[in-house]
């Protein structure tokens, strides 16, 4: 009698285990969107992806150089304004995590911008005065400087990277490919390969934030889960 109980008490597990693989396959349902508060994220995904992309071509040697004025304008009002207007969003949505994340990343761009536009300026000032050395554009201590900035936003991307672990694999690719893709670019002040490897990087990190944005939309308007998005928990 009691081996019966435990036949039936395992088939009963069976049964169950079944139905939730059974659940967790079908098609997911669309996540009602709350009356007056969107989801903003897809909007600073693609912000960051697009204008990372676009900046990524030239630093791959995909695209010519002086594309970078096309560049700092799309850095300025897509992946700059636009960004942080995101962030501004997620903290009154109360997500610490991805407002901070998006308002600081936005002026990352904001700051790209307006590096590009002084230093050229600069530049160009200088070379209407024969003899004048220019005072951050050309000199090598730039190159350590540059160096310094970089490494501090890699690390500053690693600490973002770590609470991804309780996340989805999504944000983790994302995170984790960006925090290689500033340590490069440090690098790249001293080597062009360096560079073009970071042009890659960066390239993958961009489509990586591109494929989540419509990933969450997809799963909003549609119900479909896409690949990535699924919760895990690795620490």
């Given at each position: ?9 395992s ?13 967790h ?17 897809p909007?600073g ?42 962030g ?6 109360g ?12 002026a ?16 160009a ?5 024969p003899?004048?050395t ?28 770590v609470?991804?672990?309780r ?9 984790g490919?960006?925090?290689?893709t ?54």
């Open positions: 009698m009691a081996q019966h109980d435990r036949d039936v008490h088939l009963d597990e069976k049964r169950l285990r079944m139905a939730e693989e059974g659940l396959s079908s098609p997911a349902a669309p996540v009602p969107a709350r009356a007056g508060l969107a989801n903003p994220a909007l995904l693609l912000c960051f992806g697009m204008t990372t992309v676009m900046l990524m071509f030239i630093d791959a040697g995909w695209s010519e150089d002086p594309a970078i004025i096309a560049v700092m304008c799309y850095a300025c009002f897509y992946g700059g304004f636009g960004q942080m207007v995101a501004v969003f997620e903290l009154i949505k997500n610490t995590f991805a407002g901070t994340a998006f308002f600081s990343y936005g990352f761009w904001m700051a790209f911008f307006t590096n590009n536009v002084l230093t050229r300026n600069a530049a000032a200088v070379a209407s005065m003899g004048a220019p005072a951050f554009f050309g000199s090598s201590h730039f190159h350590v400087g540059a160096t310094l900035i970089y490494c501090l936003w890699g690390l500053f991307t690693f600490c973002f990277f609470p991804t672990l996340k989805n694999g999504c944000l983790m690719t994302i995170f490919s960006l925090t290689i500033f340590f490069l670019l440090a690098g790249a002040q001293w080597s062009k390969r360096v560079g073009t490897a970071a042009g890659y990087v960066g390239l993958f990190c961009g489509a990586s934030a591109i494929y989540t944005a419509f990933a969450e939309i997809w799963h909003e308007n549609l119900g479909i889960l896409a690949p990535g998005l699924r919760p895990v928990r690795f620490i």
